[in-house]
Antibody
Framework: EVQLLESGGGLVQPGGSLRLSCAAS????????MSWVRQAPGKGLEWVSG????????YYADSVKGRFTISRDNSKNTLFLQMNSLGAEDTAIYYC???????????WGQGTLVTVSS | QPVLTQSSSASASLGSSVKLTCTLS???????IAWHQQQPGKAPRYLMQ???????NKGSGVPGRFSGSRSGADRYLTISNLQSEDEADYYC?????????FGGGTKLTVL
């Protein structure tokens, strides 16, 4: 059974940092591209960042470029998102998502809530 | 990069059928898209991928009541024999070499 379990969310002050993790199981993690997708309260889905199966290629939405860093540890089946210089606009549920061979997202984690507030 | 356009809301009666639309922007009409369902308070769930040919591939456990199709730049999700649990937000997704895009979502109300 595929499982994606996010952790690391919480309350952080504006300008602060947070590191999200996503523990994957039930599939060959090292063969799958992965992404982070967020959802602000009452809003739609917004793709944040993606990483290739090997980790060599990374991609970012303009809204987070230069502030967020995606990475993965294929030896530990874990995806990460380092978030710096956080602002109120980054408040959202952050979902870890698995891609089908560089195509559609075919599985979602349960999400972790990030709240940026003083 | 592609842009996906969805109607903000739709409604249909219990037991009837509804067809949701996702429209690809100009120059991207052949793109593959995916449909996702998000029930209230839950994470999104993958439903299917709709190819440029109109063929579709459903995710594991997705009921037979759900189907996909296309016409030009439009991609459709049809839900037959609507059930109360189908009341949810529905998002389409597409991608290219270095980005992913989601439509704004359609809120489906089952009357």
């Amino acid at each position: 059974e595929v499982q994606l379990l996010e952790s690391g969310g919480g309350l952080v002050q504006p300008g602060g940092s947070l590191r999200l993790s996503c523990a994957a199981s039930g599939f060959t993690f090292s063969s799958c591209a992965m992404s982070w997708v967020r959802q602000a309260p009452g809003k739609g889905l917004e793709w944040v960042s993606g990483v290739s199966a090997t980790g060599r290629s990374t991609y970012y939405a303009d809204s987070v470029k230069g502030r967020f860093t995606i990475s993965r540890d294929n030896s530990k089946n874990t995806l990460f998102l380092q978030m710096n210089s956080l602002g109120a606009e980054d408040t959202a549920i952050y979902y870890c998502a698995k891609q089908i061979a560089g195509a559609a997202t075919d599985f979602w984690g349960q999400g972790t809530l990030v709240t940026v507030s003083s | 990069q592609p842009v996906l356009t969805q109607s903000s809301s739709a409604s249909a009666s219990l037991g009837s059928s509804v067809k949701l639309t996702c429209t690809l922007s100009s120059g991207h009409s052949t793109y593959i898209i995916a449909w996702h369902q998000q029930q209230p308070g839950k994470a999104p769930r993958y439903l299917m991928q709709v190819e440029g040919s109109g063929s579709y591939n459903k995710g594991s456990g997705v009921p037979g009541r759900f189907s996909g199709s296309r016409s030009g730049a439009d991609r459709y999700l049809t839900i037959s024999n609507l059930q109360s649990e189908d009341e949810a937000d529905y998002y389409c997704e597409t991608w290219d070499s270095n980005t992913r895009v989601f439509g704004g979502g359609t809120k489906l109300t089952v009357l």
